[in-house]
C-alpha cells in the first residue's frame, strides 16, 4: 500500500508557474506507473498526464502539452508536475494517483488507479 501527499498548490496570476509534488510512503514507489488528474468545479476529473515506473514514457493530454511537464524521482519517492504558461482554465484541485498494474497504455482512467492523494488546489488568476 502507498500513501500520497501533493503539496505545491497556491494562487497565481496567468502566464506563472507553479511546481507539483506528490510525495509517497512505502518503499515501493518504483513499481508503481503515477498519474496527475484534476477537476474544476462543475466537471468531471480529467487526466492530465502520466509517468512510467522508470520515468522512460512519459503521456501529457493536449490541453497541457508544452506546458506542463510530468517527472519522478524514485530515489526521493516523489513525482512532480511542472506548469508554465498557466491559464485560468487551468484552475483546479489536481491529485496524484499511483497505477500498480500499469501495462505500457496510457488510457488515463480513474478505475486504472489504486491510490489517491488528497489534491492540492491551483487557481489561476486572469
Known amino acids: 500500500q502507498v500513501q500520497l501527499v501533493e503539496s505545491g498548490g497556491g494562487l497565481v496570476q496567468a502566464g506563472g508557474s507553479l511546481r507539483l509534488s506528490c510525495a509517497a510512503s512505502?518503499?515501493?514507489?518504483?513499481?508503481?506507473?503515477m498519474g496527475w488528474f484534476r477537476q474544476a468545479p462543475g466537471k468531471e476529473r480529467e487526466f492530465v498526464a502520466g509517468?512510467?515506473?522508470?520515468?522512460?514514457?512519459?503521456f501529457h493530454a493536449d490541453s497541457v502539452k508544452g506546458r506542463f511537464t510530468i517527472s519522478r524521482d524514485n530515489a526521493k519517492n516523489t513525482v512532480y508536475l511542472q506548469m508554465n504558461s498557466l491559464k485560468p482554465e487551468d484552475t483546479a484541485v489536481y491529485y496524484c494517483?499511483?497505477?500498480?498494474?500499469?501495462?505500457?497504455?496510457?488510457?488515463?482512467?480513474?478505475?486504472?488507479?489504486?491510490?489517491w492523494g488528497q489534491g492540492t488546489q491551483v487557481t489561476v488568476s486572469s
Open positions: 509517468i512510467s515506473r522508470s520515468g522512460s514514457s512519459t
Open positions: 494517483a499511483a497505477d500498480q498494474n500499469y501495462g505500457g497504455r496510457w488510457h488515463g482512467r480513474e478505475s486504472e488507479y489504486d491510490y
Open positions: 512505502g518503499r515501493t514507489f518504483s513499481s508503481y506507473a
